[in-house]
């Protein structure tokens, strides 16, 4: 009788422990990747200038934490360009978002970090195409352990842009290994670091995670005299209705692109354009 | 006594350095957020001004955004107009109402802005839609938004075919019209629009009015083109000018207003701006751009919206 009161003891207090012990709230995680300082006081300047891209990264974190534990947020002289080759930093958590400088060559983008890979906190203007300050989607390979990369966005120029080039294309979509969405631009676009809130809100609030971005977009970026900001999402087609509650899970390699190409697509587009004509 | 003596002349001495920095221009000035662009900017170019000059005005009118102060009630009627029903939610710290009313979903900013998308439709990429033409799509936007009460007489307009698929797999999945308004025959720029996303045979997927409601305020000196173009020369502008370019030519330029979507610390209003325009020549190809400078004297472009001691960071730097 004796033995059995204990027992009801000890799992009432095991039950109770288990409810106040702190855990990791979510089951998804979330990784950022966000420098406004290609600048230092002491050391060299990247020539591109700075930009709000630790604040978007910030901004959307912070809307967005209500969902999603942290996984890492690097910005400014912590964030460089290896995060987006190493599986235990990009592919540690389901959604990832870099936000900063984009390049663009013939047949690659490129996400443009200040610090050195190799170690240096700055380059300079002789190094912007160093290997050590971009990755490129050459390079990137999303949907590996240890957590599985889903949803990739990449809040600066060029990341998903073409160029009407069938191989650069292929390039953008062989990063598609494991991971289902990329959201990005596919041109120049404007870095306004309240976008990332609006997008995080978005998320959170139901919308599906494409919605979500384009509808951000929608609202901040710029008509100017010259030139369209292109939104654009890429991925595994069937994922287009994924929200951040109901989605499909990481893809085995038999669906990753380069095993099942006709899988993927350019899922949509959407043009912001500058300035318009004179009503007639 | 002594000590008190010292304490005192210590404060009064920091008290005079820091007047003195303020006093040499640490303060932070007025500021205008015009967003940079995410591609890299040239480190060097030879600006060549080909523009004409003349004619451009010395001072601008600005314009203030009239307080919307929305309710529910606002919300409701608002609704009722786009056939929707349902409770209306408020979030204060994003100041957004929200409806739901199904797969139709209405939000409303404080400030007056607004979007509605019936997600039965909008990016609705699986239906086989009949999409109209431009004209077509122009004039059921128009209905839409008479219907509304949103009256777009002299805004500039830009119907746009929105896609998936790329290549041959192309299509277009719905048109959007952008209307974008226009102060007494000068364009507004950054987010002065309203969208109608049209799809099936015109039927309205999404309205977006980006816009606020606006009041006359006061008449400011502008800067002199010189001094804005010495602000373009030092990267002190929002240019897409290419990332290689080594030589550019300015064409025109021209005085725009711009609009800032908000939410701000401060209401930032409708601003005077410098547009520069004009083109480099990269590898053989010419490449367009545009360069945006405030015009208001004595303002300059801050990099972030509106955090009040980013100007004081800037300067350092």
């Known amino acids: ?280 | 006594m002594k000590k008190a003596v010292k304490g005192c002349s210590l404060l009064a001495g920091i008290v005079c350095i820091v007047g003195v920095l303020l006093y040499l221009g640490l303060r932070p000035g007025k500021t205008l957020f015009i967003p940079p662009s995410g591609q890299p900017m040239p480190r060097h170019v030879e600006y060549k001004m080909e523009a004409s000059l003349a004619g451009l005005p010395a001072r601008a009118l600005t314009y203030e955004i009239r307080d919307a102060n929305v309710t529910k009630q606002d919300v409701v009627a608002l609704a009722e107009k786009l056939g929707m029903k349902g409770d209306v939610t408020y979030d204060p710290k994003s100041g957004i109402y929200t409806l739901k009313d199904g797969e139709k979903w209405l939000e409303v900013w404080k400030s007056g802005m607004w979007d509605y998308y019936d997600h039965r439709v909008w990016k609705n990429i699986d239906l086989q839609k009949k999409i109209p033409s431009d004209e077509e799509a122009v004039q059921k936007a128009r209905e839409a938004l008479h219907r509304l009460g949103i009256n777009t007489e002299g805004f500039n307009v830009r119907v746009v075919a929105q896609t998936t698929g790329a290549f041959e797999t192309e299509r277009v999945v719905n048109k959007d019209v952008f209307f974008m308004r226009v102060i007494n025959g000068i364009p507004v720029y950054g987010v002065s629009r309203v969208i109608v996303s049209v799809g099936h045979r015109g039927e309205i997927e999404a309205i977006c009015k980006y816009y606020h409601e606006i009041e006359p305020g006061r008449t400011v000196k502008l800067k002199s083109i010189e001094e804005a173009f010495q602000e373009v020369k030092e990267n002190r502008a929002s240019s897409s000018i290419h990332p290689d370019a080594k030589t550019a030519v300015i064409t025109k330029v021209t005085m725009g207003y711009w609009e800032d979507p908000g939410p701000s610390e401060k209401p930032v209003g409708i601003q005077p701006v410098w547009v520069f325009e004009g083109f480099s020549i990269v590898d053989g190809e010419k490449h367009t751009f545009d360069a945006f400078v405030p015009a208001g004297e004595g303002v300059r472009i801050t990099d972030v919206p509106n955090p009040e001691l980013v100007p004081i960071l800037v300067e350092f730097r």
């Open chain 1, 1 to 280: 009788m004796r033995k059995r009161r204990l027992l009801i003891y000890w799992l009432i207090l095991l039950i109770t422990v288990s409810f106040t012990i702190p855990t990791d709230a979510f089951a998804l995680k979330a990784g950022f990747d966000g420098i406004s300082d290609y600048s230092h006081w002491w050391y060299p300047n990247c020539s591109y200038g700075d930009r709000a891209g630790a604040q978007y990264v910030n901004n959307l974190y912070n809307a967005i934490k209500s969902s999603f534990s942290l996984g890492f947020k690097y910005t400014d002289y912590d964030a460089n360009e290896s995060h987006l080759r190493t599986d235990s930093i990009v592919n540690s958590v389901q959604f990832y978002a870099f936000s900063g400088h984009g390049k663009s060559w013939t047949y690659e983008n490129g996400a443009h970090f200040y610090a050195r890979s190799t170690g240096e906190c700055w380059h300079d203007s002789s190094m912007e195409n160093y290997d050590s300050v971009n990755a490129r989607t050459n390079e990137v390979r999303l949907g590996h352990s240890p957590g599985y990369c889903l949803w990739a966005t990449f809040y600066s120029c060029h990341w998903l842009r073409n160029d009407g080039n069938t191989t650069k294309q292929q390039n953008i979509f062989k990063m598609f290994e494991g991971a289902t969405l990329q959201m990005g631009f596919a041109s120049v676009m404007y870095l306004d670091s309240r976008e990332g809130t609006a997008y995080g809100n978005n998320l959170v609030g139901g919308d599906k995670i494409i919605d979500a971005f384009l509808k951000a977009a929608r609202i901040y970026q710029k008509q100017r005299k010259d030139g369209d900001s292109i939104t654009r999402v890429v991925g595994y087609t069937a994922a287009k209705d994924d929200t951040i509650r109901s989605y499909c899970p990481a893809l085995p390699s038999s669906k990753w692109y380069k095993n099942a190409p006709s899988l993927y697509s350019v899922i949509v587009t959407e043009v912001i354009p500058h300035n318009g004509i004179p009503i007639p």
